[in-house]
């Protein structure tokens, strides 16, 4: 739009957001060595699940514990896959946020598609690092810590930016940034009002500075 001629002082930007969870989940041991990998989406070559199989498998050649666990697509035919890939073509909602993404260590969405999708977000509002891919918007749901960028198609490039997450270390700085990410970023709590601080400007109301 600005691009385009828009004064950029009309422009407004609030990105998609949720409530926080409920509940934090299943306590994490502090000694856990971060292990396993999670992929959540309907579609799953469209969200790079080819991607996310093939640099699990790429992983698994310097690290044989690691777990990947495939939620919410059918399974291709004709896939191959390890005994540690845990897949599940239907989880309900509840269970997916009470149980099951909370016991994931890294949440790969390397997706060829997306704006801001939730499955990342989810993640992030449990304090769930994520490794994205470069398309549109998505580098927004891994900045200041809270995950890693890979180039969209690269599964080098995936694989090397998880095995970064999975060091304890990295690992540790990356969940409290994911949890500082989504409480400023794309919790409710924060973006609701900022949205109708948007609206009110639109609608010539009068309308304090948003915050950065």
């Not at 691009?3 to 609030?14: C, K, M, N």
């Not at 998609?16 to 959540?40: E, H, K, S, W």
């Not at 690691?66 to 239907?90: C, H, K, M, T």
């Not at 997916?96 to 260590?105: A, E, G, Y």
Request: proline share 11%; net charge neutral.
């Amino acid at each position: 739009m600005i691009e385009r001629g828009v004064d950029a002082s009309r422009v407004d930007v609030v990105p998609n957001y949720l409530d926080p969870p409920q509940t934090a989940g299943p306590t994490r041991p502090r000694d856990r060595v971060p292990r396993r990998l999670g992929f959540v989406a309907k579609e799953f070559r469209a969200k790079g699940g080819p991607e996310v199989v093939a640099a699990f498998e790429l992983l698994r050649r310097e690290r044989p514990d690691l777990e990947l666990v495939v939620i919410g697509s059918p399974r291709p035919a004709g896939l191959s896959l390890p005994e540690s890939v845990d897949w599940r073509p239907f989880v309900p909602r509840s269970e997916l946020l009470s149980s099951v993404l909370p016991s994931i260590d890294v949440l790969l969405h390397p997706s060829h598609v997306d704006g801001l999708p939730y499955a990342p977000m989810e993640a992030l509002a449990l304090g769930i690092p994520v490794v994205v891919s470069d398309y549109r918007a998505l580098p927004e749901l891994a900045r200041d810590g809270a995950g890693r960028v890979c180039r969209l198609g690269d599964v080098s490039g995936l694989a090397d930016a998880t095995r970064d997450l999975l060091a304890p270390d990295a690992h540790a700085r990356a969940r409290a940034s994911a949890s500082r990410l989504f409480a400023t970023a794309f919790s409710s709590e924060t973006q609701a009002p900022a949205l109708r601080r948007a609206y009110d400007h639109a609608l010539g109301a009068e309308w304090p500075a948003m915050r950065p």
